[in-house]
């Protein structure tokens, strides 16, 4: 992306970089244009990945991710783009999503269950473009079943993958504060609904298999109750419903799945990810920040290198884990829509509460406008674990705990 965070083409090689260095936006050799061979890297690659953990008898969960492959800032979530569109000289959909999916086609077995999302934590694409990631839902599925025995498609899941918030990368960019943002998005909100094809959003979501989000759950101290891991989900049902998505209906009515398949403490106190966390309340507060470059001791905000010296940072952490294991022993929260969340996910809307949203620069929703190009012809030719009791949100969850960082 450039400096503006539009999409201009697409690269494999970001992590070549020097992350520790200063950002050179001129230089293009850190983040060179991706070209066919590079796809055949990636596809190859990726095969002889997922036929290993196929070999070890483990299932496939992919969310794909873009990030600023100059290092000028931006958020992935933030970016507006066409996945069927050009960039460069490639698509999304050719760059990323087909040489996975016939990478996933090299490597399944008759009972490899797989769950393909068709972005991670990249919002803002999905609810500008709903009708593009409409059409690739089938053919992303066809493309990984391609020759492949028709009871097969039983273990393919094909859905999509967001932010907890800020969903159409629009407004409020800026905006930590958890309190300020659910009393102020709905105004917010209001002034740029007309941008956005809703019906096409609630028919994406509907031909979606899952419900995917990043789910971090920030609070104001360093002590929580096991019931309040869910905040952040009930954030997304709110936000979500402005954009004609009902979490609720999808779940009980539809029967899809939500997953949490971005979970944990980073550690980190600001979105560059130079900063660490030095209390258990910094890190409880931004957990879906970390620290970048390469790895330090000055730099590590759990001091694993001296696990005989107290460390509040790190006694958070386990704390954190220690309270998640609680969540999935007690199978959820316990009782009625919400219980514990005064106002959210209900009608009336999300309370004041301390929903602690990630920071990000301002995004354009301005895209270049290339050729759209169509997927390929479809070629000829789940598991679903459910948490009883109650009328409690079900999850699905996927619990990824490493520190991470924006971008």
Same mark, same amino acid.
């Given at each position: 992306?450039? &400096?503006? &965070?539009?999409?201009?083409? @697409?690269?494999?090689?970001?992590?070549?970089?020097?992350?520790?260095?200063?950002?050179?936006?001129? %230089?293009?050799?850190?983040?060179?244009?991706?070209?066919?061979? *590079?796809?055949?890297?990636?596809?190859?690659?990726?095969?002889?990945?997922?036929? /290993?953990?196929?070999?070890?008898?483990?299932?496939?969960?992919?969310?794909?991710?873009?990030?600023?492959?100059?290092?000028?800032?931006?958020?992935?979530?933030?970016?507006?783009?066409?996945?069927l569109a050009r960039?460069? =000289?490639?698509? +999304?959909?050719?760059?990323?999503?087909?040489?996975?999916?016939?990478?996933?086609?090299?490597?399944?077995?008759?009972?490899?269950?797989?769950?393909?999302?068709?972005?991670?934590?990249?919002?803002?694409?999905?609810?500008? /473009?709903?009708? =593009? +990631?409409?059409?690739?839902?089938? +053919?992303?599925?066809?493309?990984?079943?391609?020759?492949?025995?028709?009871?097969?498609?039983?273990?393919?899941?094909?859905?999509? !993958?967001?932010?907890?918030?800020?969903?159409?990368?629009?407004?409020?960019? %800026?905006?930590?504060?958890?309190?300020? @943002?659910?009393?102020?998005?709905?105004?917010?909100?209001?002034?740029?609904k007309s941008q956005?094809?809703? $019906?096409?959003?609630?028919?994406?979501?509907?031909?979606?298999?899952?419900?995917?989000? &990043?789910?971090?759950p920030s609070f $104001?101290?360093?002590?929580?109750?096991?019931? %309040?891991?869910?905040?952040?989900?009930?954030?997304?049902?709110?936000?979500?419903?402005?954009?004609?998505?009902?979490?609720?209906?999808?779940?009980?009515?539809?029967?899809?799945?939500?997953?949490?398949?971005? @979970?944990?403490?980073?550690?980190?106190?600001?979105?560059?990810?130079?900063?660490?966390?030095?209390?258990?309340?910094?890190?409880?507060?931004?957990?879906?920040?970390?620290?970048? *470059?390469?790895?330090?001791?000055?730099?590590?905000?759990?001091?694993?290198?001296?696990?005989?010296?107290?460390?509040?940072?790190?006694?958070?952490?386990?704390?954190?884990?220690?309270?998640?294991?609680? @969540?999935?022993? !007690?199978?959820?929260?316990? *009782?009625?829509?919400?219980? *514990?969340?005064?106002?959210?996910?209900?009608?009336?809307?999300?309370?004041?509460?301390?929903?602690?949203?990630?920071?990000?620069?301002?995004? !354009? !929703?301005?895209?270049?406008?290339?050729?759209?190009?169509?997927?390929? $012809?479809?070629? =000829?030719?789940?598991?679903?674990?459910?948490?009883?009791?109650?009328? /409690?949100?079900?999850?699905?969850?996927?619990?990824?705990?490493?520190?991470? /960082?924006?971008?």
């Amino acid at each position: 992306m450039n &400096s503006a &965070s539009k999409v201009s083409y @697409y690269c494999y090689d970001r992590h070549q970089r020097d992350q520790d260095a200063p950002p050179d936006p001129n %230089d293009r050799t850190t983040c060179t244009p991706a070209d066919l061979g *590079g796809v055949d890297i990636l596809r190859a690659g990726m095969a002889a990945c997922f036929k /290993h953990a196929v070999s070890k008898g483990l299932d496939i969960w992919l969310a794909p991710h873009l990030d600023d492959g100059l290092g000028l800032g931006g958020w992935r979530n933030g970016l507006v783009f066409d996945p069927l569109a050009r960039y460069g =000289s490639m698509s +999304y959909a050719e760059f990323m999503l087909y040489p996975l999916a016939d990478a996933l086609n090299a490597a399944i077995g008759p009972n490899t269950k797989v769950s393909f999302a068709l972005q991670g934590e990249m919002s803002a694409t999905v609810f500008y /473009h709903p009708r =593009s +990631y409409a059409t690739l839902i089938p +053919y992303v599925r066809n493309r990984v079943l391609a020759g492949k025995p028709a009871p097969w498609a039983a273990n393919i899941e094909i859905g999509l !993958s967001t932010n907890l918030n800020k969903l159409c990368g629009c407004v409020l960019q %800026d905006m930590i504060d958890p309190s300020k @943002y659910v009393d102020q998005f709905p105004g917010a909100f209001e002034a740029v609904k007309s941008q956005f094809d809703i $019906p096409a959003i609630t028919a994406l979501y509907d031909a979606s298999d899952f419900i995917g989000i &990043s789910n971090y759950p920030s609070f $104001p101290g360093a002590e929580f109750k096991v019931k %309040d891991l869910e905040s952040a989900t009930w954030q997304f049902a709110f936000e979500a419903k402005f954009f004609g998505v009902d979490v609720k209906d999808l779940i009980f009515n539809k029967g899809k799945k939500l997953y949490w398949n971005e @979970y944990g403490v980073g550690g980190g106190v600001t979105q560059d990810g130079k900063n660490k966390a030095t209390t258990a309340a910094a890190a409880a507060a931004t957990p879906f920040f970390g620290v970048t *470059g390469r790895y330090s001791r000055a730099k590590d905000p759990w001091t694993l290198f001296d696990l005989a010296t107290p460390n509040p940072v790190r006694d958070y952490m386990r704390y954190f884990y220690a309270q998640t294991i609680n @969540y999935a022993n !007690s199978r959820g929260v316990r *009782g009625g829509e919400g219980e *514990g969340f005064p106002g959210v996910g209900r009608e009336k809307g999300v309370s004041a509460r301390e929903l602690c949203a990630g920071s990000t620069p301002k995004q !354009s !929703s301005k895209t270049p406008t290339p050729t759209r190009l169509p997927p390929p $012809p479809p070629p =000829s030719g789940v598991r679903r674990v459910r948490v009883p009791g109650g009328r /409690h949100l079900h999850l699905e969850q996927r619990v990824v705990g490493h520190p991470r /960082h924006l971008p």
